[in-house]
């Protein structure tokens, strides 16, 4: 990889070489994986990128920890949506909104992003099996991925995923360990398998090269929006893979001069579930919470990327918002409304951050924003009916069809 210089450790400083099976610095701390940008700048323009057919995230390919000579992984991962959402901009007050839609993915996260990088690491060091512990997301992205690889999953969950995506596992033939504890208990048993089994490891903060595949959306977005940079953009935190993930592509692409400048970043989590935005708040060290909120995938009591994370939020001048199981049901059935667009309670937590910050005046009639919607409402179908209620039951007559409407006064035009 000769655009890859090596992983450098955030905590210490420490560099790595970066070989295959890279993980975390022998200080407990994360890596980065560390670019040689003047290669990458012979490399790559935006007009060769302009010219390219592939559309996934293996369109950015110069950008990424992989070697010249790695194929693009099975399934079409990336490369989701980017609409703008005139209504919403002017009900919320914005200047203009964008909504980019990750729950468009295979598996139907942005989590697929990792994963797909997850198997072409693990393709290139020649494993045949990938182990995960995750919220949920993360283990039906990998194994999704993996199956279409060809390679052998075992996943660990907290008993609380929802049903649709421990279906999702089910399907595509992992060995799922629905662990019985919080997510803590499901990644601490996840680590003692892999270290006894030797498997390859997909867990986001320890694997550098995860958040290298996240970034792909920020590389997306940009490329999406002609290379105009919003002012800002709001992504839901659950370890915090995803929002430094976000922030490392951004950095990349004003490295290489494809952006003169950087947005900040909007960090929104549960208020029942918000170390990362607590520490932003009060300026203290990060503590753990409890993992109070129906949003399953950001319920992250003690985030596995706090370091990378905050470093993000902080570096971009960002905002943390944090959003009740409430306005987090009210923003899953505004943007159903106004954008057609279904996020999963998680998903949509940007979104709710956002309409938060307008009604704050934090946010107004001069900003631009982009609010990434990063998981699928199907996922968890009893949270979004429990948003937005049950339909009109009746039997197949007509009368009981007036009588109903009558009584709920749904007027016909
Ligand atoms: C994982 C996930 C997040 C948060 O990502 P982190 O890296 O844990 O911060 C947000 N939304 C959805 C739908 C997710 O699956
Ligand atoms: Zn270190």
């Known amino acids: 990889m000769k655009h890859v210089k090596y992983g450098k450790c955030v905590r ?18 994360i890596l980065d994986i ?15 990128l302009a010219g390219r057919t592939e559309q996934s995230m293996w369109r950015y390919r110069e950008l990424l920890p992989i070697e010249e000579t790695t194929e693009p992984t099975p399934l079409r991962v990336g490369w989701s949506p980017l609409y703008e959402e005139p209504r919403l901009a002017e009900a919320l007050g914005l200047k203009r909104l964008w909504v980019k839609d990750d729950g468009q993915n295979p598996t139907a996260s942005l989590k697929d992003r990792a994963s797909a990088m997850a198997v072409a690491k693990a393709r290139e060091a020649g494993a045949r099996v990938i182990a995960c512990s995750s919220t949920g997301n993360a283990a039906s992205s990998l194994a999704g991925n993996a199956a279409a690889a060809g390679l052998k999953t075992y996943i660990f969950v907290p008993s609380r995923a929802p049903k649709g995506k421990v279906a999702q596992l089910m399907t595509f033939g992992a060995t799922v360990v629905s662990v019985q504890g919080s997510y803590e208990d499901t990644f601490e048993l996840s680590k003692q398998a892999i270290e006894k089994w030797g498997w390859y490891n997909r867990n986001a903060a320890i694997n550098p090269y995860l958040s290298e595949g996240k970034k792909t959306v920020a590389l997306e977005i940009m490329e999406q929006l002609n290379w105009e940079v919003p002012d800002y953009i709001a992504i839901s935190v659950g370890d915090g893979c995803t929002i430094a993930g976000l922030w490392k592509g951004l950095k990349d692409l004003h490295a290489i001069g494809f952006i003169d400048h950087l947005p900040r970043l909007i960090s929104a989590q549960a208020e029942g579930c918000c170390p990362l935005n607590r520490s932003i708040e009060t300026g203290e060290p990060w503590r753990p919470m409890e993992e109070n909120t129906l949003a399953d995938s950001i319920a992250v009591g003690v985030p596995r990327n706090a370091d990378k994370a905050l470093m993000a939020i902080r570096e971009s001048n960002g905002l943390a918002v944090n959003v009740s199981d409430q306005e987090i049901m009210a923003a899953q059935k505004l943007l159903g409304r106004t954008c057609g667009v279904f996020g999963e309670p998680a998903g949509v937590t940007g979104a709710a951050g956002v309409k938060k910050l307008c009604e704050q005046g934090k946010l107004g009639k001069d900003d631009t924003v982009v609010s990434v919607v990063t998981g699928n409402g199907l996922k968890d179908v009893a949270n979004a009916i429990a948003a937005c209620g049950e339909p009109i039951t009746i039997p197949g007559d007509m009368d009981r069809l007036l009588a109903a409407f009558a009584e709920k006064g749904v007027t016909v035009d």
């Open 34 to 48: 560390v670019y040689d940008y003047d290669y990458i700048r012979t490399r790559l323009t935006r007009e060769k």
């Open 12 to 29: 210490c400083g420490k560099t790595y070489e970066a070989v295959l099976d890279l993980t975390s610095c022998e200080c407990g701390g």
